[in-house]
């Protein structure tokens, strides 16, 4: 079975974002489409970076254990708010911390917001970073506007038919990106 990690990318107090992160483990899970873990970056609260990983003298236990988990993901799902039409610098922090892990890893972006727009502006400077790192971007979206009404705080969706609809279309284009990169690893 593949392994999927979803990175929650927001540290903000009362962050709305995670809702979403949330909801994609339980999907992932109740369909048995793959292993899913998230990856909360409020629960790392990594300190701004002053090097790549690779140059680090001596990383944190915590940072290397963040590196391997991508390295090891067959597959990595961004969940990102957007902030003034790009992304948290929490996530960048993290995104630019790593560059070989990023080679060939399908790699989904959902995008988050409070607003009507669902966070679409942000998928074009995430994917331009992801596609400089070498990263395979799935060509897929999954805005959620509104996400303070669109899910609970424990992840379940309002409108449950609709969004696992959504979900589907989008998690079947990664997990075609997932199985044709393992044919090529195989
Ligand atoms: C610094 C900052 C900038 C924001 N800029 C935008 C924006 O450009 N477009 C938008 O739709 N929402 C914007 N928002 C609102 C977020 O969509 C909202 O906080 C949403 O709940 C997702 O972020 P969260 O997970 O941190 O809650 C911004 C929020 C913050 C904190």
């Known amino acids: 079975m593949s392994k999927i990690v979803i990175i929650s990318s927001s540290v903000r ?4 974002s995670n809702r979403v992160a949330l909801y994609f483990k339980k999907y992932i899970e109740e369909n048995n489409l793959a292993t899913a873990e998230i990856i909360d970056l409020n629960e790392y609260q990594f300190p701004v970076f002053n090097e790549r990983l690779k140059f680090q003298i ?12 991508i390295k090891t ?9 957007e902030y003034n039409g790009g992304y ?5 922090n ?3 911390l790593l560059y070989d892990e990023w080679h060939r890893k399908p790699t989904a972006i ?3 917001s409070n ?5 679409t502006q942000v998928i074009t400077s995430l994917q331009f970073s992801l596609w400089k790192m070498r990263a395979w971007t799935v060509p897929a979206m999954f805005p959620v506007p509104k996400a303070q009404d669109a899910f609970d705080e424990q992840g379940n969706a309002t409108d449950k038919a609709a969004t696992d609809k959504r979900a589907d279309a989008f998690i079947k284009e990664m997990l ?6 393992g044919k090529m690893k195989a």
């Open 13 to 16: 107090v009362g962050r709305i």
């Open 58 to 69: 001596n990383p944190s236990p915590q940072t290397l254990e963040f590196a391997e988990k």
């Open 73 to 81: 993901a067959d597959g990595v799902l961004i969940v990102t708010p």
């Open 88 to 92: 948290p610098a929490a996530l960048k």
């Open 94 to 96: 993290v995104t630019d």
């Open 110 to 112: 959902a995008t988050v």
């Open 115 to 119: 607003g009507g727009f669902g966070g």
């Open 176 to 181: 075609w990106c997932i199985e044709a990169a």
